[in-house]
C-alpha cells in the first residue's frame, strides 16, 4: 500500500488525513499529542511516497529531512486540489483570497452572495474548515471559496484559482518570515498557474501590491477607494464599476473604512461573475457583521463589549481603535516580532486605558511606560478573566464606556485560535458581567 505522512493534527492535517485514507493511502500522522512524534516520524521516511506539511507546524528536521530525501513535501490545499482535479473533475470554480486583513470578511461574504444568487457555494482553508474535508461532503459545488494564509501558500505546485486576490499587505509573522518582503512575496504565491482566462483582482491603493503586480499572469482587475484608474472605485460615497454606480457606501451594513475595501473585492468578484447590480445591493445593504470582528455582543448598563479577536496583527486593532475611539482595549498575546510602536502610538492617541494579556503584555507594558503613557491608564494583568474581574469592580454601570477585545496578535500562547479566545471572552463577559 502506498504510505503517506501527514506532519501536523490540526484542522488542515487531519483533513488531509482523511483525504488521504479516502485515496487509499496508508497514513502516518505525526504530532507530539495525537500521533508519532516528529523524531520518531523519521524511522519512517524511507517508506513515504508523499509529505503533507500543516500550515502551522515549523520546518524542523523531520520536514528538511523529508526534502533532502526527494519526498514531496506539500500541504493540504496542494493535495486538496489535486483531489479535486483527478477525482472529481475540476467541476468547481475556485476563489482564492488572501491578504493581511480583511480575509475572513471578505470570504465568507463572498460566500454568502453566491448562496444568496442560488449558487452552491461554500468556504474553507484558513476559516476553520479544511480544503480537504469540504471536499470529502461536497462533489456538486459551483464554487469554493478558499481564504488562504502565508502558511498555507508555501508549497503550492498545481493549485491554480479561477479568480484570485491579495486584499492589502502589512508586517505580520515575522516570527516565521526573514523579513516582511519574505512574507508579502509568499503572498503572492496565490497567483501561481494563472492564465489570461482566470482573473486575479489587485489592490491600487497598496504600494507593496502594485509593486509585485508584475508577478500576476491572470487577467488584472483593479480596485480603489480614491483612484479614477480603476475598474472599482469609490468616489463621494459612491461605488462604481468604470463610470456606472453600483451602491451607496452610506447604505452599507459593514461599516468601517476597511469594509469599504473588502466590499470593493466583493463587488469585483460579483461583476466577474455576471451578478446584477440589484442583487448585489440587496445583499450588502442586509448582511450582518462576521463573528469575532468588531462584533457588538453585549451591554452591561451603558457599557458595551466589542469582541474583535480576529483582530491579529497591529493594523487589524487599528481598524478597531479607530472606529471606537476612546475605548477601554484589552490587547497581548503570541509574540510574532513585529515592531509594536505604531501600536503604542495608536494606543496613545485612541485609547482611554488598556489592559495587557499574554506573552507580549510585560514588552507592551515597558513600551507604553517608555513613550508616555501614563501608567495609571494600565493595568498588566495578563490574563483575560482577571482582566474582566478588575472591570467589574471599578467600572460603573451608569457611564458610557466601550470595552474593546482587539489583540493585534495570535492567540496561541493562552488560546488555541482566535475564535476560541473571542468564545472564551463572550462566555467570561456574560458569566461576569450578566450576574
Given at each position: 500500500?502506498?504510505?503517506?505522512?501527514?506532519?501536523?493534527?490540526?484542522?488542515?492535517?487531519?483533513?488531509?488525513?482523511r483525504l488521504l485514507e479516502k485515496i487509499g493511502y496508508d497514513v502516518i500522522l505525526v504530532d507530539d499529542k495525537k500521533g508519532v512524534s516528529s523524531k520518531e516520524g523519521l524511522k519512517y521516511l524511507d517508506e513515504i511516497e508523499i509529505f503533507i506539511k500543516s500550515p502551522g507546524v515549523p520546518y524542523n528536521e523531520l520536514v528538511v529531512e523529508a526534502k533532502r530525501k526527494g519526498i514531496e513535501v506539500i500541504d493540504e490545499i496542494e493535495l486538496s486540489y489535486r483531489y479535486m482535479l483527478k477525482y472529481m473533475g475540476k467541476k468547481s470554480k475556485i476563489i482564492a483570497i488572501?491578504?493581511?486583513?480583511?480575509?475572513?470578511?471578505?470570504?465568507?461574504?463572498?460566500?454568502?452572495?453566491?448562496?444568496y444568487v442560488g449558487y452552491k457555494a461554500e468556504y474553507a482553508g484558513n476559516i476553520g474548515v479544511s480544503f480537504a474535508d469540504l471536499l470529502?461532503?461536497?462533489?456538486d459545488l459551483d464554487y469554493v471559496v478558499l481564504e488562504l494564509s502565508s502558511y498555507q501558500l508555501e508549497n503550492l505546485d498545481s493549485?491554480?484559482?479561477?479568480?484570485?486576490?491579495?486584499?492589502?499587505?502589512?508586517?505580520d509573522h515575522l516570527s516565521r518570515y526573514k523579513s516582511v518582503e519574505e512574507y508579502y512575496d509568499t503572498k503572492f504565491n496565490i497567483e501561481k498557474n494563472q492564465t489570461l482566462s482566470d482573473y486575479f483582482i489587485l489592490n491600487n491603493d497598496s504600494e507593496e501590491i502594485i509593486k509585485r503586480s508584475n508577478f500576476v499572469s491572470g487577467k488584472k482587475i483593479f480596485i480603489g477607494k480614491n483612484?479614477?484608474?480603476?475598474?472599482?472605485?469609490?468616489?463621494?460615497?459612491?461605488?462604481?464599476?468604470?463610470?456606472i454606480e453600483i451602491l451607496k457606501c452610506s447604505k452599507l451594513t459593514l461599516k468601517g473604512e476597511?469594509?469599504?475595501?473588502?466590499?470593493?473585492?466583493?463587488?469585483?468578484?460579483?461583476?466577474?461573475?455576471?451578478?446584477s447590480d440589484e442583487k448585489i445591493r440587496e445583499f450588502l445593504y442586509t448582511t450582518g457583521n462576521i463573528e469575532h470582528r468588531m462584533e457588538e455582543f453585549f451591554n452591561y448598563g451603558k457599557i458595551k463589549f466589542i469582541n474583535d479577536s480576529k483582530g491579529t496583527n497591529i493594523d487589524s486593532t487599528k481598524f478597531a481603535v479607530e472606529a471606537f475611539k476612546n475605548c477601554i482595549l484589552i490587547c497581548g498575546g503570541f509574540d510574532k516580532k513585529l515592531d509594536w510602536l505604531p501600536l503604542i502610538e495608536l494606543i496613545k492617541a485612541n485609547v482611554k486605558e488598556v489592559?495587557?494579556?499574554?506573552?507580549i503584555a510585560d514588552q507592551l507594558n515597558d513600551m507604553l511606560l517608555e513613550n508616555g503613557y501614563d501608567k495609571d491608564k494600565i493595568y498588566l494583568l495578563r490574563d483575560m478573566k482577571n482582566c474582566l474581574l478588575n472591570m467589574k469592580e471599578r467600572l460603573d454601570k451608569d457611564?458610557?464606556?466601550?470595552?474593546?477585545?482587539?489583540?493585534?496578535?495570535?492567540?496561541?500562547?493562552?488560546?488555541?485560535?482566535?475564535?476560541?479566545?473571542?468564545?472564551?471572552f463572550k462566555e467570561l463577559v456574560r458569566e461576569i458581567f450578566g450576574r
Open positions: 500500500m502506498k504510505k503517506a505522512m501527514v506532519f501536523g493534527a490540526g484542522v488542515s492535517g487531519l483533513g488531509a488525513y488572501t491578504g493581511t486583513n480583511g480575509k475572513t470578511t471578505t470570504t465568507t461574504k463572498v460566500t454568502e452572495l453566491l448562496k470529502l461532503k461536497n462533489d493549485f491554480k484559482a479561477d479568480i484570485a486576490l491579495v486584499i492589502n499587505l502589512a508586517p483612484n479614477n484608474n480603476c475598474d472599482f472605485s469609490i468616489k463621494n460615497d459612491i461605488l462604481y464599476k468604470d463610470d476597511h469594509n469599504r475595501e473588502n466590499v470593493l473585492f466583493i463587488v469585483a468578484i460579483a461583476k466577474i461573475l455576471n451578478i489592559y495587557l494579556i499574554g506573552d457611564n458610557e464606556e466601550i470595552v474593546l477585545l482587539s489583540p493585534a496578535t495570535s492567540s496561541f500562547d493562552q488560546f488555541k485560535s482566535f475564535e476560541h479566545r473571542g468564545e472564551v
